[in-house]
């Protein structure tokens, strides 16, 4: 399957969290707390051009939660943006294009021109955030480990996913040739 019918079938955040089976108070909550995204918004605004962005994600994954309704009210406020989510699980053909380290970590948010051709991803935390993971975070127990991520989120308040984000969807515009994964900047993103 395409990303452009994975796209046309998902569902908007608000459909994606009433659908959801696990944790819609969190859900809520966080989508509440979503309030750092408009100078990410504003450098978004100027970009030419309709986006959309296609996030595999799944209700019970603590990233998805903090990060998926950050990248909702982003999309809101910026205006030439759409998101959309499918289940990890459901398209286990997309997520095998996006694995992280071997893994179907979620969510992956991948950035769909007006065409639907696919210009960068991001996912499944911020490289901040997947830099501590990868270097420290993997090998603690796992109750640990869970509580240093949901720490980290609290502080950056969604800050970062915002900025990443607006940089994911700048290097597709600005259109250098080399993909954005969210852990690199794209050239122009500093040229600009």
Known sequence: MGYDSAFEKGKTFDQFVQDSA????????????????????DRIRVLPGRWRLLALGEDWCGDAV???????RLAEAAGNVELRIVRRDEYPELMDRHLTNGSRSVPVVILLDEHGQAQGWWGPRPRALQQWFDRQGRRLPSEERYRELRRWYARDRG??????????????????????????????????
Do not use: F, K
Request: glycine share 6%; hydrophobic share 50%.
């Open 66 to 72: 903090n990060t998926l309704p950050v990248i909702a």
């Open 159 to 192: 800050a970062t996913t915002a900025s990443e984000i607006a940089d994911l969807i700048w290097c597709g515009a600005m259109g250098d040739g080399a993909p954005y994964r969210g852990t690199r900047p794209c050239e122009s993103l500093w040229a600009a």
């Open 22 to 41: 696990a944790s819609q108070d969190m859900w809520h909550a966080m989508a509440r707390r979503a309030l750092h995204v408009q100078q990410a918004a």
